[in-house]
């Protein structure tokens, strides 16, 4: 079960999923979540 940082990310996922446009502030919210999280992964990987 998905937990902390990865559910946040599942849950902007659902949020977004099947918008055609989304506001510019979603945008930048889910792109920092992103980038926060994938940064999170690489460094659990190395």
Known sequence: MAEGMEKEV?????RLKGQNEISKELFEQGSRLLFCWT???IREEK
């Open 10 to 14: 599942l849950s902007m996922a659902k």
């Open 39 to 41: 940064g999170r992964v």
